[in-house]
């Protein structure tokens, strides 16, 4: 019931940008903290950006931090990533997750968020 898609992913060229859009569906999405992570191969999943229910809080990761910005846009539900200034580094598998309702704390674990979307691929070339 509860439906995260991503979209916007593809190939890209290094210093360029990629807006990757996350529509929600099933659920309140005004009353969900955001996540937006990514998966290299061989690495672990790690948290990019996070944005609270309330949107009074962001988080980024060191590595994106000053490129990426995370937004949403509740009369939509739809959360956003803006990645400008792309690195080959960044190339990933990009996820979508949304915690439980009015959540928002501990954003920046995977363990606070309980539907994960399908991911997007993003591949940035030398």
């Known amino acids: 019931q509860v439906q995260l898609v991503e979209s916007g992913g593809g190939l890209v060229q290094a210093g360029g940008s990629r807006r990757l859009s996350c529509a929600a569906s099933g659920l309140t999405f005004s009353t969900r903290s955001m996540g937006w992570f990514r998966q290299a191969p061989g690495k672990e999943r790690e948290l990019v950006a996070s944005i609270s229910w309330s949107a009074d809080y962001t988080y980024y990761a060191d590595s994106v931090k000053g490129r990426f910005t995370i937004s949403r846009v509740n009369a939509k539900s739809t959360v956003y990533l803006q990645m400008n200034s792309l690195k080959p580094e960044d190339t990933a598998v990009y996820y979508c997750?949304?915690?439980?309702?009015?959540?928002?704390?501990?954003?920046?674990?995977?363990?606070?968020?309980?539907?994960w979307g399908q991911g997007t691929q993003v591949t940035v070339s030398t």
């Open positions: 997750a949304a915690t439980p309702q009015r959540r928002s704390g501990g954003l920046a674990s995977p363990q606070a968020y309980d539907s």
